[in-house]
């Protein structure tokens, strides 16, 4: 059975860091993402990476703030929040595909996880 299973978030403080955490199970993956959805709001993209962790890319308003890598070897995913802001706050979820190619578009992920809540409070 394959699984996308998020840890790592809570409530943190503006100015805060959190490190979210993706672990899969079930098979492996290409390219992985994460993405968030804000409370009454789209989802949005925050930043994706390829197998071999060797290209990211990461949305305007994350850029310089958080880091995505990988570790192949436990098969998790990770997203390092570094002075995170009100505006942050959501429900940030994994996603994974099974090819290589980067993509911000939920709709080119075909697993993903249950989501994890980050509350910033100011």
């Known amino acids: 059975q394959v699984q996308l299973v998020e840890s790592g978030g809570g409530l943190v403080q503006a100015g805060g860091s959190l490190r979210l955490s993706c672990a899969a199970s079930?098979?492996?993956?290409?390219?992985m993402a994460w993405f968030r959805q804000p409370p009454g709001k789209e989802g949005e993209f925050v930043a994706t990476?390829?197998?071999?962790?060797?290209?990211?890319r990461y949305s305007d308003s994350v850029k310089d703030r958080f880091t995505i890598s990988r570790d192949n070897a436990k098969n998790t995913m990770y997203l390092q929040m570094y002075n995170l802001k009100p505006e942050d706050t959501a429900g940030y979820y994994c996603a994974a595909n099974p090819l290589g190619t980067l993509s911000r578009y939920d709709a080119n992920y075909g697993y993903w996880g249950q989501g994890t809540q980050v509350t910033v409070s100011s």
């Open positions: 990476i390829t197998w071999n962790g060797v290209t990211t």
């Open positions: 079930g098979r492996t993956f290409g390219t």
